[in-house]
C-alpha cells in the first residue's frame, strides 16, 4: 500500500514539474533577409547621389526567434529546446528584464536596429573611402587658444594638412604638437572651407601635452543619402555587419557575392570592427533553409568556437571575420576559389 501511495504521489508531482512553467525562454532560427533585395517594390538599401553598380546574389541577414513574453515554456519544451541543435534555452530575465516592461524591451531594440543602421552606413562608406563622420566643436573653453578662432559648429577637416576622420584622430594630432608652437587646422564653417592658425598651450596635468581648449565630437554627415529600410519587424544591432557589405558592394564595381548566397551577423562599429552576437547556431540554421539558402556564412570572431559546435559546419562554410574589411577579403577570397587564408570556424 505505501509503495502505491509513493507512486502516486511521485506520478503527481511529476505530472505537475511538466505542467510547471519554467524561467527561460526558448530561441530558435529567425527570419532572414536579402539586404541587396527588395521589399515592398522598393531596394532595402536606397542610394542616391552617388554611383550605384548592379549587384546580384545574396548579402543576408539573420535573426533569431524568441518565445513571446505571454509564454513561458514547460518542462517538455525547455527539455525538446536543449536537446536540439536549431534551439536554445537562455533564462528568460536575459531577453525580458524584470526592470523593463515589454515595451521598453521593444523600443530598445528598435533604437539598437536604427543605431545599427548609422554605423553601418560609416563602416560601409569607410570601406569605400568616404567620410561619414564630421568631426565637429561642441564647445570653446574661455580664455583657450582656440577662443575666438574655432566656434561651435566648426567642423576639422585636417591638422597640420593631415586628414583626420574621428575626435581621437584629431585630439592626438594636436596632442603631439610641441607646447606653444603653431598648429594649422583645416575647418569647414557653414559648409565654406577655411584654414585657421593657433598656438597651442600645456595640458595643465601634463605639460609635454598640447591642447586647444575645444572639445570635439563626431557628427553623422555623410555626403550622399543612405537609407536602410527593411520589408519586416526586425529589431536589434545585430544585422550591422550585413548592411555594412551591401552599402559597400552597392558602391564599388564589380559583385561582392560573385552571384552566391551569403548569409552572415554581426555588431559593426563605426570603425569597422565586428563584434559579437547572440543566437549563432539558430541563425547559421535559419540561413541555410534545409540546403536551399546560405553556402557561405560569415561569423563574428567572438562566435566562431560556438558556431563551429553547430551541425552545419560540414554543410556551411563558417568564415571568421573581425573587421569588413576582413569580410569584404573573404567574399574576394572565395569569389576567386582561393580560401587557404581564411579561417573557418569548425574545420
Known amino acids: 500500500m505505501s509503495l502505491l501511495v509513493a507512486s502516486l504521489v511521485l506520478a503527481a508531482m511529476v505530472a505537475v514539474a511538466f505542467m510547471v512553467p519554467m524561467p527561460y ?5 529567425g527570419v532572414t533577409e536579402n539586404t541587396l533585395g527588395t521589399a515592398n517594390g522598393k531596394s532595402v538599401i536606397r ?10 546574389g545574396h548579402l543576408e541577414l539573420t535573426t533569431v526567434q524568441v518565445t513571446s513574453p505571454e509564454y513561458q515554456p514547460r518542462l517538455p519544451d525547455v527539455l525538446a529546446a536543449w536537446i536540439s541543435q536549431e534551439q536554445a534555452v537562455v533564462p528568460r530575465d536575459v531577453i525580458y528584464p524584470p526592470e523593463q516592461s515589454v515595451k521598453d524591451v521593444q523600443e530598445q531594440t528598435e533604437t539598437e536596429m536604427l543605431d545599427s543602421q548609422t554605423a553601418a552606413v560609416v563602416a560601409g562608406l569607410g570601406e569605400v573611402g568616404i567620410d561619414a563622420l564630421a568631426v565637429t566643436i561642441t564647445e570653446v573653453s574661455d580664455g583657450a587658444p582656440a577662443q575666438g578662432v574655432l566656434k561651435s559648429g566648426d567642423v576639422i577637416t585636417d591638422v597640420d ?8 584622430q584629431a ?6 604638437v610641441e607646447p606653444g608652437s ?3 587646422l583645416g575647418i569647414e564653417r557653414g559648409g565654406a572651407p577655411s584654414v585657421v592658425s593657433l598656438t597651442t598651450r600645456a595640458n595643465p596635468d601634463d605639460e609635454r601635452i598640447s591642447q586647444i581648449g575645444a572639445s570635439l565630437t563626431e557628427v553623422y554627415d555623410p555626403p550622399f543619402k543612405v537609407k536602410i529600410k527593411l520589408g519586416q519587424d526586425i529589431g536589434g544591432p545585430s544585422a550591422g555587419l550585413m548592411f555594412s557589405l551591401a552599402i559597400y558592394d552597392l558602391l564599388t564595381p564589380g559583385q561582392l557575392t560573385g552571384g552566391r548566397f551569403i548569409a552572415g551577423t554581426g555588431t559593426i562599429e563605426v570603425s569597422g570592427e565586428v563584434g559579437a552576437i547572440g ?8 540561413a541555410y533553409k534545409d540546403g536551399e539558402g546560405a553556402s557561405v556564412f560569415l561569423v563574428p570572431a567572438d562566435n566562431c568556437d560556438e558556431a563551429g559546435g553547430s551541425d552545419l559546419a560540414d554543410d556551411v562554410m563558417l568564415v571568421r571575420v573581425g573587421t569588413i574589411d576582413q569580410a569584404v577579403v573573404a567574399l ?5 576559389g582561393d ?3 581564411l579561417t573557418m570556424c569548425g574545420r
Request: zero cysteines.
Open 25 to 29: 525562454v526558448v530561441q530558435s532560427p
Open 47 to 56: 542610394i542616391s547621389g552617388h554611383k550605384i553598380y548592379a549587384v546580384s
Open 161 to 168: 594638412g593631415a586628414g583626420v576622420a574621428s575626435s581621437e
Open 171 to 176: 585630439i592626438t594630432a594636436i596632442r603631439d
Open 182 to 184: 603653431l598648429v594649422r
Open 279 to 286: 543566437g549563432i547556431r539558430q541563425k547559421i540554421a535559419g
Open 332 to 336: 574576394e577570397s572565395i569569389d576567386a
Open 339 to 341: 580560401t587557404s587564408s
